[in-house]
Nanobody
Framework: QVQLVESGGGLVQAGESLRLSCVASGMDFDNEAMGWYRQILGGQREMVAVITRRFITIYEDFAKGRFSISRDNAKRTVYLDVSSLKPEDTAVYYC???????????????WGQGTQVTVSS
């Protein structure tokens, strides 16, 4: 059974940084692309960043510069570092893996439960 468990969300002040973590189990983590996605209240789930099994990183335009995705295969963990947080970054952040990880969320096979990030001004 595949499980993706996110952590690291919470209430932060604008301008601060945080790190989200996603621990995977039950999947061939080393050979899977992994992604971070977010869903703003009332909006669609959207891709933030993807890291391939070869550690190639891909970012949506809004995420370039302040977001950084990385992975540690030994820990079966994918990270999302976010700096200079803005109130508009407030969203539920999801980890996704398996299937086809990319902008089309319907093609992602496995999802975590999400972690709420709230940025106050």
């Amino acid at each position: 059974q595949v499980q993706l468990v996110e952590s690291g969300g919470g209430l932060v002040q604008a301008g601060e940084s945080l790190r989200l973590s996603c621990v995977a189990s039950g999947m061939d983590f080393d050979n899977e692309a992994m992604g971070w996605y977010r869903q703003i209240l009332g909006g669609q789930r959207e891709m933030v960043a993807v890291i391939t099994r070869r550690f190639i990183t891909i970012y949506e335009d809004f995420a370039k510069g302040r977001f950084s995705i990385s992975r540690d295969n030994a820990k079966r963990t994918v990270y999302l570092d976010v700096s200079s947080l803005k109130p508009e970054d407030t969203a539920v952040y999801y980890c996704g893996g398996g299937g086809s990880v990319g902008p089309q969320t319907a093609l992602v096979r496995y999802w975590g439960q999400g972690t709420q990030v709230t940025v106050s001004s």
